[in-house]
């Protein structure tokens, strides 16, 4: 399973009720089901990815975050994840909100915009960046809004939404995100992982 | 119609108080079963059929001599593996396949015609509800049905919500629509605008109201296919016929095949039936029972629903589908949802849609596993 997976279901205490928004092929779901008890529902709006969740038991509802994310109460999850998915929403802020109005708490990762091999391959290449986390051309990339850390950082503050954890993943290490090091670690991340709450 | 023979029946002889008011008791209901009960009886799953179907699931229907409805679903091997699972359907009550219903005489020996009680799908399910007294049933594994039979699949287990592990509402409604309604007033005037319907007082097969049943099931069937479905299977082209032969005869393969599919249909049921089966069908309307709160009608069962609709089924509509998915997640139900793409309309659940099987296999079969 992907490194993100196993950390996000590190962040995941057993027995919890977790809503996967944007749930794919169901791997987190199914990982999170078998081993930590998790009574997990997935939001998927390709047919065919929730044929594959139907195919491993999985409880998954075919719609979209936009609009369907609406019909679920308020804290009616413990917990909401959506990974790698914010910046390919028409309206990520929308988004961000339902997330934590529909869980107590929310796990959010993001691609990282200011990672330094995306800075140095528009800097010196002088063309969109791909890597391994953005392995889309600019004519086909689903991503609509991309960030840096330190965007979403600064963004998730300034809705005084609060931080439990901030994590910053480069391959296999992981480490914490805060205050004084968050530009060191906006260069050398590509992807974080962030723990929040309203 | 009532050919006595192959047909199972259990009389039920706990009175049923309508939701019409009048009380019915020692009455009949015609029932299949399919597959095996095990020892633990937990492998049951409870089949509902829609407007014109009967207990007659799959295999050969042994009354028409045609296959059984939901052939491509229910089987050994199929989406509802007979191998594993005890498959039990039941005519509906207002039906014409053995159940209790207006071609059955009264006290007096006299055939009720319209002087049968109006039925409604709560009775329909609080009726065959007694089945499961029968076989000996606490809880049935699943219940599942499309179009009419999903409005009995709701309908039961908000009347019996501790009955069932799992529950599949299949291209249906939690309320008919006036569209609905139309479509199926269009097939009752049908009906009563023929002659020999006499105020449904007709009885032998030679006066019975056949054309207007006929022209009732070739409206109603067109609201079953889609537009694409239909112009890819007919388009323009002519009934065995170089050129239109300026007349009222069948010039076009749709008309000739749908006076088929009105001929056929009147071989096989009954005009008063079909007057009783959708007044229960346009009364249908789950949330009004819970003034106007669908959610209140499952706030007391914890059974896993998973619900399915079609892209071209425009007469039980994805979004139809979807309110009952909302009504379920806005109180915490255990819900999933699916929306098959198919091109053959609101027909698609009783046809060779694999990505609708397959999807109906899995989620029983992964159900039945956690079991």
Known sequence: MKNEFQIIADLIEKDKKVLDVGCADGTLMKFLKDNKNINIRGLEISKEKVQECIAKGLTVIEGNAEKDLKQFPDKSFDYVVLSQTLQAFLNPELVLDELLRVGKKAIVTIPNFGYWKVRFHLLFKGTMPVTKTLPDEWYNTPNLHMCTIKDFFHFVKSKDIKIFKSLALNNLNKSTINQSNLGVKNLFADLGIFLIEK | ?371
């Not at chain 2, 609709?309 to 915490?332: H, M, R």
């Open chain 2, 1 to 371: 119609m009532n050919t006595e023979k192959n047909i199972k029946t259990l009389i039920v002889k706990k009175p049923l108080i309508l939701d019409c008011g009048k009380t019915i008791k020692d009455f009949p209901i015609a029932y299949e079963t399919y597959g095996s009960l095990n020892s633990k009886k937990d492998n049951a799953i409870l089949v509902f059929h829609a407007l014109t179907g009967d207990q007659f699931v799959t295999g050969i229907n042994p009354v028409t001599n045609k296959e059984g409805w939901w052939s491509y679903a229910v089987g050994p091997d199929k989406a509802i593996d007979t191998n594993k699972y005890f498959v039990i359907c039941s005519n509906v009550i207002g039906g014409c396949m053995g159940s209790y219903g207006p071609s059955h005489k009264d006290h007096d020996q006299k055939i009720f015609g319209t002087n049968f009680p109006v039925i409604t799908i709560n009775d329909m399910v609080n009726a065959q509800y007694n089945l499961l007294d029968h076989f000996g049933i606490d809880k049935l594994f699943s219940i599942t049905g499309g179009s009419m039979g999903g409005m009995q699949v709701l309908q039961f287990i908000s009347n019996f919500p501790d009955k069932s592990k799992t529950v599949i509402p299949i291209a249906t409604t939690s309320s008919h629509s006036a569209q609905n309604i139309a479509f199926n007033e269009l097939g009752r005037q049908a009906i009563t605008a023929d002659s020999n319907w006499k105020d449904g007082n007709y009885t032998s097969n030679d006066t019975n109201p056949g054309k207007g049943l006929a022209v009732a099931r070739m409206a109603a069937h067109i609201t079953y296919l889609s537009k694409k479905g239909l112009q890819e299977k007919f388009g323009r082209k002519l009934q065995e016929r170089e050129d239109l032969k300026f007349g009222f005869d069948a010039d076009f393969q749709i008309e000739s095949y749908l006076r088929y599919q009105g001929s056929v249909f009147v071989d096989r049921f009954d005009a008063n039936s079909y007057l009783y089966i959708t007044r229960a069908m346009d009364y249908f309307d789950l949330g009004k029972q819970f003034n106007g709160n669908l959610s209140e009608a499952f706030i007391n069962t914890n059974a896993k629903f998973f619900i399915i609709s079609f892209t071209s089924d425009w007469l039980y509509p994805t979004q139809e589908n979807k309110d009952i998915v909302i009504a379920l997640n806005s109180i915490g139900a255990d819900v999933g949802f699916v929306e098959i793409e198919s091109d053959k309309g609101h027909d698609s659940f009783l046809l060779d849609v694999p990505d609708f099987l397959s999807a109906l296999k899995n989620f029983l079969d992964k159900s039945y596993e956690e079991n």
